[in-house]
């Protein structure tokens, strides 16, 4: 098993729609866990970081965490063309280093 | 600048050569960290430093890899007798501190192609 899985998608949904990215992780990574997006040919760029159980909320974005599931989710609300992209999990496993999962290729459709 | 800085962006290179890759991370970072991306592949760590140490080299994928800090900030990675797997895109990243609830930055990293 993967320390982090994600769905590699892709996920499309319509404009103005709620995507829902998913991820989970095994019990090596259970600390922190941040969420990135990465346009193609770009470096990832970091959208939230959640480290406890719940919601956080961020503009369009919401980080769902549940420890005891082990899983951690992305809601983005009335999604966008510009939103089309690949959507990283990663989890840090209370070291140092991000172990990161393949990532989830989203396409938002006008 | 503002962001996490690396060059050359792309560097295009005969198999057996040796490649130098520069990292300037964002002011005030204690941290900085090494990844690669491979096509198709997720990003994999390679090596992390705090301050001018690198406690963690354990994604190193060979001794031809090495990387070194100097003044706390910037880092070369550096990859001798360079192979065909090794291309790939190496991205750096720097965080506030090395302590785990601390979000990485990530440079726009450099594209390195192996011929």
């Given at each position: 098993?993967?320390?982090?899985?994600q769905n590699s998608g892709p996920l499309s949904v319509p404009e103005g729609a709620i995507a829902s990215l998913n991820?989970?992780?095994?019990?090596?990574?259970?600390?922190?866990?941040?969420w990135y997006r990465q346009y193609s040919g770009k470096?990832?760029?970091?959208i939230?970081?959640?480290?406890?159980?719940?919601?956080?909320?961020?503009?369009r974005f919401?980080?769902?965490?549940?420890?005891?599931?082990?899983?951690?989710?992305l809601l983005i609300r009335d999604s966008q063309p510009s939103d089309s992209a690949t959507y990283l999990c990663?989890?840090?496993?209370?070291?140092?280093?991000?172990?990161?999962?393949a990532g989830t290729i989203l396409r938002v459709k006008s | 600048?503002?962001?996490?800085?690396?060059?050359?962006?792309?560097?295009?290179?005969?198999?057996?050569?040796?490649?130098?890759?520069?990292?300037?991370?964002?002011?005030?970072?204690?941290?900085?960290?090494?990844?690669?991306?491979?096509?198709?592949?997720?990003?994999?760590?390679?090596?992390?430093?705090?301050?001018?140490?690198?406690?963690?080299?354990?994604?190193?994928?060979?001794?031809?890899?090495?990387?070194?800090?100097?003044?706390?900030?910037?880092?070369?990675?550096?990859?001798?007798?360079?192979?065909?797997?090794?291309?790939?895109?190496?991205?750096?990243?720097?965080?506030?501190?090395?302590?785990?609830?601390?979000?990485?930055?990530?440079?726009?990293?450099?594209?390195?192609?192996?011929?």
């Amino acid at each position: 098993q993967k320390e982090v899985e994600q769905n590699s998608g892709p996920l499309s949904v319509p404009e103005g729609a709620i995507a829902s990215l998913n991820c989970t992780y095994s019990d090596r990574v259970s600390q922190s866990f941040f969420w990135y997006r990465q346009y193609s040919g770009k470096s990832p760029e970091l959208i939230m970081s959640i480290y406890s159980n719940g919601d956080k909320e961020d503009g369009r974005f919401t980080a769902q965490l549940n420890k005891a599931s082990q899983y951690v989710s992305l809601l983005i609300r009335d999604s966008q063309p510009s939103d089309s992209a690949t959507y990283l999990c990663a989890a840090n496993d209370g070291g140092n280093k991000l172990v990161f999962g393949a990532g989830t290729i989203l396409r938002v459709k006008s | 600048g503002a962001g996490v800085s690396q060059s050359p962006s792309n560097k295009v290179t005969e198999k057996g050569k040796d490649v130098e890759l520069r990292c300037d991370p964002i002011s005030g970072h204690t941290a900085l960290y090494w990844y690669r991306q491979s096509l198709g592949q997720g990003l994999e760590f390679l090596i992390y430093f705090q301050g001018n140490s690198a406690p963690d080299k354990s994604g190193l994928p060979s001794d031809r890899f090495s990387a070194e800090r100097t003044g706390g900030s910037v880092s070369t990675l550096t990859i001798q007798r360079t192979q065909q797997e090794d291309s790939a895109v190496y991205l750096c990243a720097s965080s506030f501190s090395d302590r785990a609830n601390q979000p990485q930055h990530f440079g726009d990293g450099t594209r390195l192609s192996i011929l």
